[in-house]
């Protein structure tokens, strides 16, 4: 049983296009996380969250606590958006659990 | 660059070997946190210390122990390591604790033969 399940987990995108990963949880959480992780490896927090929405440049994040469900968005995609992205959430016990990611790529 | 360092970057060794993974985390940042990311099982969160203290553990391995010391920079040890500890082994730190944004590290790959 996953605690964390996204989908899709493949995308492929045409440059510009209006992009939208789905991450819905089981538990009952403190905070959601969204990760992005570049094919070398490395891994960057894109967004924490708790309720609402946030905003960082062309990514959008969103979570609805009743439903158990967040949604990252990115606005005209760029061929650099291509990577994986992890949901994560902290559950109210401090214990983390991890989405298997979704792969990205933005076709030029 | 995040500003959190990981010393070694790849580390191979045996079965059944003792290693030890440094993190130093961004100037200013007291919490630490350690991620075990392999092929098999994703992203697993290991533990976190904040100021020296533990205070948070997940899904770390008896054989696995970790510290934070007075200066904050955190070391993994893993021991009698087997062939399915093989993975990229993260640090993340934050300024505070669980309720701030992490920063990561490039990761330390463990390679066990």
């Known amino acids: 049983k996953n605690e964390v399940e996204q989908s899709p987990q493949n995308l492929t995108a045409q440059e510009g296009e209006f992009i939208t990963i789905n991450c819905s949880y089981s538990v009952g959480i403190s905070a959601l996380h969204w990760l992005q992780q570049h094919p070398g490896g490395g891994i960057v927090s894109l967004f924490m969250?708790?309720?609402g929405k946030k905003k960082h440049g062309r990514l959008i994040a969103t979570i609805n606590i009743q439903e158990k469900h967040s949604s990252l968005h990115i606005t005209a995609s760029h061929p650099r958006d291509s990577a994986v992205y992890i949901c994560a959430v902290r559950d109210t016990g401090n214990q983390f659990y991890f989405g298997t990611g979704t792969s990205l790529t933005v076709i030029p | 660059d995040s500003g959190v360092t990981q010393t070694p970057k790849h580390l191979i060794t045996a079965t059944g070997q003792r290693v030890t993974l440094r993190c130093s985390p961004r100037?200013?940042?007291?919490?630490v946190y350690w991620y075990q990311q392999s092929l098999d099982q994703g992203l697993q969160f290991l533990i976190q210390y904040y100021n020296g203290e533990e205070r948070a553990k997940g899904n770390i391995l008896e054989r696995f122990s970790a510290q934070q010391f007075p200066d904050l920079h955190s070391e993994l040890n893993l021991s009698s390591l087997e062939l399915g500890d093989s993975a990229l082994y993260f640090c993340a730190s934050s300024v505070g604790g669980l309720n701030y944004e992490q920063y990561f590290g490039p990761g330390t790959r463990l390679t066990v033969t």
């Open positions: 100037s200013g940042d007291l919490s």
């Open positions: 969250l708790s309720s």
